[in-house]
């Protein structure tokens, strides 16, 4: 088929954008990128799809989320502990069912925002007492058909970690060592199913999860340190992890092994400039969700990184507790924060803000030959945004206006492995309403088990006040 008539914008090697532009796709790749005559031309009689009014440009690549966020979202706002009632019920009050359900409302959102691929953690801190619950995380993203990247690895010290088994009623104590065995088992049995669509990577929470006084690894850390690199050298996975400041020179000292470009690490709150440059030296991506700053409360210099040569990615960090998976509204965001941090208009520009979204986080996750531009003989992970509104109009300046003026909801159009999986602003072959009851269920279930549903409701003084009072 020819997805015909809008701008294309291809993020390939040249950075070209066609206008008008079109895209001809062959079963799940791309066969053909050019203009509409030229490709009419060259595939006669193709079925068309008419996208005058959009821009088209590569799927977007989400480089760093949670699974469980989707049903747990908003819950005790305001009372600053949504870390902790999270960790209740990943930990303590979910079933494969929480999971399941959550990963069908997290892929739906994926789909409605252009996000065609994600990375996910299954829980705030990885769930790695058994494979189960990332396994039912990720079949809403198989079966909806978006491309999904599953990471699994040791939750933050103190170990052993503690989990209850809702099906058996167990409590179960978790040493590195099970850790390690169930992200093994879903490695083998997650990675490259779902017609190769599904992935998975080496996540440890945190890259050191436990410093001494001193800053040092301690001898705990290292131990994973180790096992982590070794699992993603055996298996030929990357690695996710969390980074905070002072944990980069501690992995640099204790396993500098580990520091590679197969290593993506998130936040980078509060690092130093001496860690941005082992970053650079040695490969590692770094992935900033803007909005995750009003939590982490320590700049990560991610201009700073990108003069270095660091390989920095935008991502949404989740859909929790106060966000969503609207990846196209980060964007802005990013640039914002950093323009008004050096009152610099200059800093990152739309072309560049677009390419960490699409072809520099694919190369992170390892996809870089397969996805995050339009280029021949990749896989058809194609969207389209909605230029025709008041909003996105005048026609002009499709680029700028994608990246600097549109939303997630303006997309459109979505395609992943040639299959359209939106058209016309509606979601296809999808039972919507099914996955949103399906949803409301298994939070409400999960909340009455860990006795927070009281916690749903609005804060006592959300209303006529400046800030929120410690009563809850």
Same mark, same amino acid.
């Given at each position: 088929m020819l997805l015909v008539g809008g701008a294309v914008i291809t993020v390939d090697a040249g950075r070209r954008v066609l206008d008008p532009g079109a895209v001809a796709v062959e079963a799940d790749t791309i066969a053909a990128v050019g203009t509409p005559g030229e490709l009419r031309e060259q595939f006669p009689g193709a079925e068309e799809i008419d996208l005058r009014d959009a821009? $088209?440009?590569? /799927?977007?690549?989400?480089?760093?989320?949670?699974?469980?966020?989707?049903?747990?979202?908003a819950l005790g706002d305001g009372a600053g502990d949504w870390l902790d009632l999270v960790a209740e019920i990943y930990f303590r009050q979910s079933d494969t069912e929480f999971w399941r359900a959550e990963g069908f409302?997290?892929?739906?959102?994926? $789909?409605?925002? /252009?996000?065609t691929t994600s990375l996910s953690m299954t829980g705030s801190a990885p769930r790695v007492d058994e494979p189960k619950y990332a396994i039912a995380a990720s079949r809403g993203f198989a079966e909806l058909g978006l491309r999904h990247i599953v990471a699994l690895g040791p939750p933050n010290t103190p170990w052993p970690a503690t989990y209850r088994d809702l099906e058996t009623g167990r409590e179960i104590s978790v040493d590195l060592d099970r850790m390690m065995d169930t992200v093994g088992a879903v490695i083998d049995q997650l990675n490259g199913s779902a017609d190769g669509r599904l992935s998975v990577h080496v996540g440890p929470s945190y890259l050191v999860p436990e410093l001494t006084p001193g800053g040092e690894?301690?001898?705990?850390?290292v131990a994973m340190l180790q096992a982590v690199h070794e699992m993603s050298e055996q298996r030929g996975v990357c690695i996710h992890a969390h980074a905070v400041a002072g944990q980069v020179r501690a992995a640099h000292e204790a396993y500098p092994d580990i520091l590679t470009p197969k290593l993506t690490l998130a936040h980078c709150a509060g690092i130093s400039l001496e860690e941005v440059g082992i970053m650079a030296e040695h490969g590692v991506n770094a992935t900033h969700g803007p909005l995750t700053n009003a939590y982490v409360r320590a700049r990560f210099p991610l201009i700073e990184a990108l003069e270095a040569g660091v390989n920095v990615l935008i991502s949404t960090d989740g859909s929790g507790p106060d966000r969503s998976f609207d990846l196209l509204s980060q964007r802005r965001i990013a640039a914002q924060l950093q323009r008004a941090h050096f009152a610099d208009t200059s800093i990152l520009p739309a072309g560049r803000v677009l390419e960490m979204m699409t072809i520099d986080a694919a190369r992170a996750v390892g996809l870089d030959d397969q996805i995050g531009s339009l280029e021949v003989g990749k896989k058809a992970d194609i969207i389209a945004v909605d230029l025709?509104?008041?909003?996105?109009?005048?026609?002009?300046?499709?680029?700028?206006?994608?990246?600097?003026?549109?939303?997630?909801?303006?997309?459109?159009?979505?395609?992943?492995?040639?299959?359209?999986?939106k058209r016309d602003h509606q979601i296809l072959g999808v039972d919507v309403d099914t996955i949103l009851d399906d949803a409301d269920r298994a939070a409400r279930m999960a909340y009455e088990r860990a006795g927070l549903l009281d916690r749903a409701a609005s804060h006592p003084s959300t209303w006529g006040n400046v800030r929120y009072s410690a009563e809850h």
């Open positions: 821009a $088209i440009l590569p /799927g977007l690549v989400d480089s760093h989320g949670h699974a469980g966020h989707g049903l747990t979202k409302l997290s892929a739906l959102e994926h $789909i409605e925002y /252009g996000v690894a301690t001898p705990e850390s025709r509104s008041a909003r996105m109009g005048p026609r002009f300046m499709p680029l700028e206006r994608v990246v600097f003026v549109g939303g997630g909801l303006d997309v459109e159009s979505v395609m992943v492995d040639g299959k359209i999986l």
